[in-house]
């Protein structure tokens, strides 16, 4: 039996902002534009989460990926993406990584509860199997996803053109 509701929590079931809506029709500079005092743009925020799910996605390989020594080494050093053939690849990477989490999570429970190997000491303090560190993902995802939700609002492109609530 699947994980469902984590599948459907992905991809913005429920309370959950579509993810895909919220990024594949913006342009590559609505996706580097900054919004008063929010710190980051669309492509950072799609970029970092595109760092941390493959990072995870690594780890359930037995990967061991290097933690980062700085939380900075996780975001794009610039706000906007050099060209739209630097943001398209992104969305597209976004896209693939989602789907490799839910393929995992259509996993069976013997293999959900299957331990991860820690790679970082802040894994040590946190449940450690395969659904629990697709769990943290999903809630990380969904944490940035509002995030990118704010941002389209703030720069007036609300909701994005495959819908999204408004009220």
């Known amino acids: ?9 992905l991809y913005g079931k429920g309370a959950h902002a579509n993810p895909l809506a919220c990024i594949e029709d913006v342009s590559s500079e609505l996706a ?3 919004a008063g005092q929010l710190p980051h743009s669309i492509f950072q925020l799609t970029s970092h989460m595109n760092y941390w799910m493959d990072y995870e996605l690594r780890r359930i390989r037995g990967e061991r990926p290097a933690y980062p020594a700085h939380a900075s080494e996780s ?10 053939s630097e943001w398209r690849p992104a ?3 976004f896209r693939q990584l989602l789907a490799g989490l839910a393929a995992l999570a259509e996993s069976s429970p013997e293999i959900l509860a299957r331990p991860v190997e820690a790679t970082h000491a802040t894994h040590e303090k946190h449940a450690s199997s395969l659904l629990a ?13 509002g995030q990118i939700a704010m941002l389209r609002r703030a720069l007036g492109a609300w909701p994005p ?7």
């Open 161 to 167: 053109s495959a819908g999204g609530d408004t009220w």
């Open 133 to 145: 560190v697709l769990w943290q993902t999903l809630v990380h995802n969904s944490y940035h996803v």
């Open 32 to 34: 580097g534009r900054l």
């Open 1 to 9: 039996m699947s994980e469902q509701v984590l599948i459907e929590l």
């Open 91 to 93: 969305v597209a990477r």
């Open 75 to 84: 975001w794009p050093e610039h706000a906007a993406p050099a060209a739209e």
